[in-house]
């Protein structure tokens, strides 16, 4: 049995349940799987945009697959998706569909890696915080509220070093990037309120984006160069796009999702820069300065307090 913590008020929304003990546990476990895949994800998309790949060929490779393996789960769940809202499964295709596939890849054509990993999930649990408080009034409690600030002040601190050295169009990449993220908050937002199985959900935003693919092929909006690229390189971005992020991600983190809540995982989510960074020093030949090691420093420590992981002591009356 989960563990779960209800409201009072027993007709309050199934989506503010927030899994309690081993089962939260579990939930921040899926959540820092999910920011390792990710964090795999961004590195490779940016070794992607950097050969003769285009977005559309990494889009088919992160829908393709999942939308065939987890067909059957859609199916099994067709007749509780006719009573989920319509306005959350747009959310749900729309948010981690294709707009925000081509948004963050295309981003890359401008922008490093350190950008995406800082504005993409750096800065969506700011955003998912702020559609949960004002659109679904939802509480902010004090050590969250903590969290958040120290995750800003890191992300913030990140982005005044990276554009420190601004060169040439850098900045529409990290327009890109923050269109991108508001697409992602709102996937998480609509997840979580949607309550369907993840594999269902994943296999429904698999197979719109499918679809939406192939339409935009035939009609020549998209061009393809994936026999440009070699053997070792398509299935190095096979495995990341379908297998890792396609399915292992799109459950893991649909599994957090409903056990945590969309803003603790989102919160989660920050800690995808700090591991981005990391990979990038040897896949990339990135660096990370002292000064940018502090602003990651700030971000773990917001994603702690943000999250749930560790509480802070109440004030004593």
Known sequence: MMDITHSKNTSEAHYRNI??????????????????????????????????????????????????VLLPFLYQSRRRLLVVPAWTLLGIVFGAGIPFFFLSSQGMHYA???????????????????????????????????????????????LIISMWSLKEDVWKGDLLFLGASFFWAVYTISLRVAGLPPLAATGLLSVVSLVALFVMFVTGSVTSGIGLVSTD????????????????????????????????????????????SIM????????????????????????VLASGIVKLPRKSH
């Open 19 to 68: 899994a309690t003990g081993k089962t939260f546990q579990l939930g921040l476990l899926a959540a820092f799987i999910t920011v390792c895949i990710w964090a795999s994800w961004l590195v490779s998309v940016k070794m992607g945009v950097q050969s003769a790949l285009t977005s559309f060929d990494l889009a088919l490779m992160r829908y393709g697959l999942p939308a065939l």
């Open 112 to 158: 490093p890696v350190s950008h995406a990993g800082l504005l993409l999930p750096g800065t969506f649990p700011l955003f998912v915080t702020a559609i949960a408080f004002f659109v679904f009034k939802e509480p902010l409690s004090r050590p969250r509220f903590i969290g958040l600030l120290a995750i800003m002040f890191g992300v913030l601190a990140l």
């Open 233 to 276: 390189e398509l299935i190095w971005q096979f495995a990341v796009q379908a297998i890792l992020v396609g399915l292992f991600a799109g459950f893991s983190y649909g599994y957090s999702i409903n056990l945590l809540g969309a803003e603790r995982t989102a919160a989660m989510g920050a800690l995808t820069p700090v591991l981005a």
């Open 280 to 303: 990038a020093i040897p896949l990339l030949q990135e660096s990370i300065g002292l000064a940018a090691a502090l602003g990651l420093c700030f971000v773990c420590i917001g994603v």
